[in-house]
């Protein structure tokens, strides 16, 4: 586990009161009145950095709130940055001077690749600043992408990204965006394979209404058959899923990755739902937006149905769906499943690589 420098993040946190103005003999003289004592309270770290970590781990840090000043100081508020941290309870808890109490926050890692940055917001009486603890992870697959995504906002029509395994072996890349790849500087014909390639990418023509949201690196090892990148376009965005706030519900990670699946045979993949009603602040008016109704597959390579479900929090849980590839398929799939609760539908993309029956997994 790193940590940030050497040095500690501090934040003053202090209360002034305000003198009063009152009349004498017709003139305006100041009141004097007592200066709160400014709070000095440090965190130890300010951040942890997990470093490169496996997708979908979790990953436990401790920080020290110290109090460092002459008067007890008290925790009003800890708020997560999003629901992939959690924290221990330390509201109402009063520091005394010189004394500190811990900060338990886990990081889950999510599934995908790329980092992930997450904030804990700690809040003082008589202050509404508040100190923040950082926690970040690089979420870092066998074979590595550089960027972890497809930037194609701003109308850009095409890039380049470098791909590389991570013990420097060579690999082969089979395909990327579901066709052939587009190298450069590399031949496949009669170039022996490498460690790293630059790939060439072109932005999805697609209509908003269709337009996918990954574009997969197929490769030939078996510890990272699939490397997804998240394709940053207008139509990727909030348009991706505008029925979400009715339904109450949304998908924070809307890729199922099955990995490698040899024909005739099925994996298990949890998506996460969570709830979702920013115009009324969270509050759960739908108590049944979490019943899971059916799944469906509504792709012909892919064959789905609901495996269970697995209870979270009161505003999460996962749909566990059993995937499988239809009868003859082969090679990289890239399909959609959909999930219908008591409160509506939604739709996750499902990713895998079918190999023969007799292939090693």
Excluded at 71 to 93: D, E, F, R
Excluded at 235 to 257: N, Q, S, V
Excluded at 268 to 295: C, F, S
Aim: net charge positive.
């Amino acid at each position: 586990m790193k940590t940030a420098r050497e040095s500690i993040l501090r934040v003053v946190i202090a209360c002034a009161a305000v003198a009063g103005l009152g009349n004498a003999g017709g003139a305006q003289t100041a009141t004097p009145v007592p200066v709160a004592t400014p709070v000095l309270v440090v965190i130890e770290p300010p951040l942890v950095d997990f470093g490169r970590v496996a997708p979908g781990s979790q990953h436990p840090a401790k920080f020290a709130i110290r109090n460092i000043g002459a008067q007890p100081v008290t925790i009003t508020s800890v708020v997560p940055s999003c629901k992939c941290t959690g924290v221990n309870a330390l509201k109402g808890t009063v520091i005394a001077p010189g004394a500190s109490v811990e900060l338990l926050a886990t990081l889950d890692v999510p599934r995908t690749p790329g980092e992930k940055e997450a904030k804990v917001f700690l809040i003082f009486e008589g202050s509404q600043a508040p100190m923040i603890a950082m926690l970040k992870a690089d979420a870092t697959l066998a074979v590595r992408a550089n960027p972890s995504f497809v930037d194609a906002l701003k109308k850009v029509k095409g890039g380049s990204i470098v791909v590389s395994s991570e013990d420097r072996k060579p690999f082969q890349i089979k395909s990327a965006g579901g066709v052939v790849p587009v190298f450069s500087g590399f031949d496949p014909s009669k170039d022996a394979p490498r460690a790293a390639y630059t790939l060439q990418w072109s932005a999805p023509t697609a209509p908003c209404e269709s337009m996918p949201l990954w574009w997969v690196v197929e490769t030939d090892r078996p510890d990272c058959p699939l490397i997804p990148l998240r394709i940053r376009h207008e139509c990727t965005g909030a348009l991706a899923d505008p029925l979400k706030a009715a339904r109450y519900w949304f998908i924070p990670e809307p890729l199922g990755i099955a990995g490698r699946v040899a024909q005739g045979q099925s994996t298990v993949i949890p998506i996460t739902i969570e709830h979702y009603n920013p115009a009324g602040k969270g509050a759960i008016v739908r108590p049944d937006w979490l019943d899971v109704k059916a799944v469906r597959s509504i792709s012909p390579q892919i064959v789905a149905s609901l495996d269970g479900t697995r209870p979270g929090n009161k505003d999460d849980v996962a749909v566990l769906i059993r995937v499988a590839p239809a009868p003859g398929v082969t090679g990289i799939v890239y399909g959609f499943v959909e999930i219908e609760t008591a409160t509506g539908r939604g739709v996750v993309a499902i990713s895998m690589q079918v190999v023969p029956s007799d292939a090693r997994l």
